[in-house]
């Protein structure tokens, strides 16, 4: 509408405009052409008075300004022109990075030398035949240049070239510059000689290792900075002293730090890296993060780790050569920025062990990941060859934080194990388990299956009896681990995994004259409490609060959850109703129970989480900025980028939000198990936190107390906007809700077999209602009685099918994460 009647408007005024123009322009336009008419004109009137008249406008000066005029334009139009160009070809310039080893050529310390004879005269021979190479192929119009940036010595004999390649095209055109597609070229080029089976081939001349060619795709701004052409605060090492810290410190609270550290060790040596703090804007590792590279120039195969977020804790990096590169980028610094740490020249170590047990059943010994406490370096590989005294003796491994379980067709994420000829996969958790091998020789290799380096690992080894694992009196968790029988039942998670809990006799003495309370686990001792609180009468202020109880200004415990946020005041100074504010406790009558669509706002925690502008997952408000998610959601390299995801809150027809903030970090749990969906979950942190004026429509959900126990029978709800049946090929338009049943964790384990005691299974038996896929990642709501108030008991994570019968949900159990969520989100406490 807006467009018609501009239309109307502007044309009478364009009549005008151009009647007036064309008789201005043929006055001027027609002179040269009239000059004959004119002079005679002119020539009949008097000089002086021609001169008054128009003595600056006559028509030579109208030329000569029309021409100073038209003279100004082209010089601004090629001005333009020459930007417009210039700024094209840096826009479109594609940056490659690599590395090769030659062969035939001796290092000598000279190479190390940028102005030296000997780096130019290596450097223009490499760079004439990458020339020769690039100008030869199918990228020969696209070809500008290429540049060695680094000559090293390599172990393996010869000189290691770090360099640069350069291309530029239109960006339209950008998509033929495939990685694999450039390096191919370079590897294409080398001659090898079939016959005698070596890997070193001629490249137009040079001896180059074939197995040694890297090349991968680079940044401008590493190109800048590694050539040398922006220094910044780049810096090269060499340490030629073993036993002795190098010390590495950069720090800025303003501006940008964008630091290339080249650290070269002694030939035949290795690097460790010792990072005692890092001071970096949390951001995924999209602008700031500090990487480690097992080279000297940022070729992201080479890459060791990557760290995104500020840490005091000392980690440590081993390289697999001579050679490092540590890159800190910070292009926006608001508060302090930087890193602090050292590295040293270490040996290269050989991990082969052979290890004879004692006869005493028990853990004796340890042993450790190659390069122990650092993490341990890609495609590192360790052997231990075990024998026990006698045949009837196996070997126990405890794990440390680790597990480790038959290799499925999927590859291994953290560590292949062979034992005894058969393949285990390793996985991160978060307490030990033991494994234990019933042969008395037991050959063990461990390889790093990942592309970085991977966490130490620490095992404790020794004998038992193959007949009878467990000693007499203890029971065996199914995670291996042996616990004593009396402790079994007691409120305490022996097993980790729960397996002590599933046929559960309470062993701890009954209460006196009352019965054990059902709900909230109480302080102190840690036990199931009775009723009258006789169990805790012992337990006094002196105590330290436990994770179930916070500390008031005054010193005293109060258990959480008990008279908060109900009127009562608990602690004089009020830091009791800190959390107060979620899981509104209306009547749970707003909802249509046995019904599909829900009521708008009866759900004011459920988020939608949009990727690339589409539907994708749940999750639940917690807090002002923060969202609690399942971490399967962003599984993989786009996934995990939070830039593509917007969250969508306060809404109850998909699209329709009343609130929505781009998402500005992803905290996917770091124990989550793709292959299981063990650790389910992810914290998402809002750009934007939602207003208080929206406090009507959006409300955080609460989180229950941590190792608060569900219990089987109990009716929740899961809601979302996923699909409302399994065949279906779209999530719902309106927000769905259904009433479910928690699941005994016996029956649950005995469909499924892998529920570990991060999840609990929800449903109906008859199937029916059901999570479905779109809705992972949203919440389990449960109402609980005590305040009616709405706790997240959990998270939608998998299930078998949606709504088949005897398959219940499987959902992340929320209340063993309560420490972890804390981590991220204190402001909840
Ligand atoms: C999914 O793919 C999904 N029936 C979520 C939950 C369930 C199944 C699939 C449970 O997001």
Same mark, same amino acid.
């Given at each position: ?161 770090? /360099? ?388 008031? @200004? ?122 299981? /969906? ?41 809601? @979302? ?109």
């Amino acid at each position: 509408m807006d467009k018609a009647m501009s239309g109307v408007s502007s044309k009478p005024a364009d009549v005008n405009i151009s009647n007036i123009s064309i008789q201005v322009v043929s006055a001027q336009g027609k002179l040269p052409g009239r000059r004959p008419q004119r002079k005679p004109i002119g020539k009949s009137r008097p000089k002086k008075q021609i001169k008054k008249k128009a003595p600056f406008w006559n028509v030579q000066s109208k030329i000569l300004l029309l021409t100073v005029f038209l003279f100004i334009l082209a010089i601004t139009a090629w001005t333009l022109l020459w930007l417009y160009i210039n700024k094209t070809e840096s826009k479109d310039a594609f940056y490659f990075v690599g590395m090769f080893r030659i062969t035939n050529i001796e290092f000598h310390p000279e190479y190390r030398q940028k102005e030296s004879r000997e780096f130019l005269t290596v450097a223009q021979t490499v760079q004439q035949v990458v020339n020769l190479v690039y100008t030869t192929s199918a990228f020969s119009k696209f070809y500008k240049q290429s540049v060695v940036a680094d000559v090293s010595n390599s172990s393996k004999g010869g000189l290691l070239i770090h /360099f640069w390649v350069v291309f530029v095209m239109p960006h339209a055109k950008g998509h033929i510059f495939c990685e694999d597609c450039v390096a191919a070229v370079l590897k294409d080029s080398i001659q090898t000689n079939i016959i005698n089976r070596t890997s070193v081939g001629s490249l137009q001349g040079l001896a180059v290792d074939m197995d040694s060619v890297v090349l991968n795709a680079g940044l401008r701004s590493d190109y800048s900075s590694t050539i040398g052409s922006d220094k910044g605060c780049s810096r090269h090492f060499y340490a030629d002293h073993l036993s002795r810290c190098y010390p590495l410190e950069i720090s800025a609270t303003s501006g940008r730090l964008m630091c290339h550290f080249k650290l070269v060790a002694l030939v035949g040596h290795l690097i460790r890296l010792s990072i005692e703090s890092v001071q970096i804007e949390a951001d995924n590792c999209v602008m700031d993060s500090l990487a480690i590279y097992d080279s000297l120039l940022p070729i992201h195969s080479t890459v060791l780790y990557r760290i995104c977020e500020p840490t005091r804790t000392l980690l440590s990096f081993v390289s697999t050569n001579n050679l490092m590169l540590l890159t800190f980028k910070a292009p926006q610094i608001r508060r302090l920025s930087g890193i602090r740490a050292y590295f040293e020249v270490i040996p290269e170590q050989k991990c082969e062990n052979n290890v004879l047990v004692k006869e005493i059943t028990g853990f004796e010994g340890k042993i450790s990941s190659p390069y122990y406490p650092s993490y341990y370096p890609p495609k590192s590989k360790c052997t231990w060859k075990f024998q026990t005294p006698l045949s009837t003796l196996g070997i126990a491994l405890k794990f440390h934080n680790y597990s480790i379980a038959k290799k499925s067709v999927k590859g291994c994420e953290h560590g292949w194990w062979e034992i005894n000829e058969h393949m285990y996969c390793g996985s991160y958790v978060d307490h030990q388990t033991i494994f234990r091998v019933p042969s008395h020789l037991v050959h063990i290799q461990l390889q790093c299956s990942s592309k970085l380096s991977d966490k130490p690992l620490l095992v404790e080894y020794g004998s038992y009896n193959i007949s009878q694992p467990c000693p007499v009196g203890s029971f065996r968790c199914s995670s291996g681990l042996c616990i004593p029988q009396a402790q079994r039942c007691d409120g305490v998670n022996d097993c980790f995994d729960e397996s002590d809990e599933l046929f559960c006799v309470t062993l701890k003495p009954a209460c006196n004259a009352s019965s054990f309370r059902q709900h909230d686990p109480l302080v102190c001792d840690g036990f199931r409490d009775c009723e009258d609180g006789q169990d805790e009468q012992n337990c006094t202020q002196s105590i330290p609060c436990n994770n179930r109880t916070f500390k008031c @200004g005054n010193d005293i415990c109060f258990r959480k959850q008990s008279a908060k946020c109900d009127g009562a005041v608990d602690c004089p100074d009020g830091s009791d109703e800190a959390g107060c504010s979620c899981g509104g406790s209306w009547p749970a009558l707003l909802r249509v129970t046995g019904g599909a669509d829900t009521q708008e706002g009866a759900w004011p925690w459920q988020v939608s989480l949009h990727f690339l502008g589409s539907a994708y997952c749940g999750a639940s408000v917690i807090s002002r900025e923060w969202l609690l998610s399942a971490a399967h959601c962003f599984h993989g390299n786009r996934l995990s980028d939070p830039t593509p995801w917007t969250a969508h809150l306060g809404m109850y027809v998909q699209g329709n939000a009343k609130f929505t903030s781009p998402v500005k970090r992803i905290v996917v749990h770091e124990y989550y198990n793709s292959q299981t /969906f063990d650790y389910d979950i992810a914290l998402l942190q809002l750009s934007v936190a939602w207003p208080d004026t929206l406090k009507q429509l959006i409300q955080p959900i609460c989180i229950p107390p941590a190792g608060q126990k569900v219990h089987s029978g109990e009716r929740c709800w899961v809601t @979302g906007w996923g699909r409302r049946h399994e065949a279906d090929n779209k999530g719902s338009p309106v927000l769905q809700q259904a009433e479910v049943e928690l699941f005994d964790q016996t029956v649950c384990v005995s469909t499924y077999g892998i529920i570990t005691s991060r999840m609990l299974c929800a449903g109906v038996l008859s199937g029916k209602r059901d999570a479905c896929r779109g809705d992972s990642g949203g919440p389990l709501s449960c109402r609980r009685k005590s305040d009616g108030k709405w706790i997240l008991a959990g998270i939608v994570s998998w299930g078998h099918g949606c709504g088949r019968p005897n398959f219940p949900g499987v959902y992340t159990r929320v209340s063993n994460f309560v420490p972890w969520i804390h981590k991220y989100v204190p402001s909840l406490l």
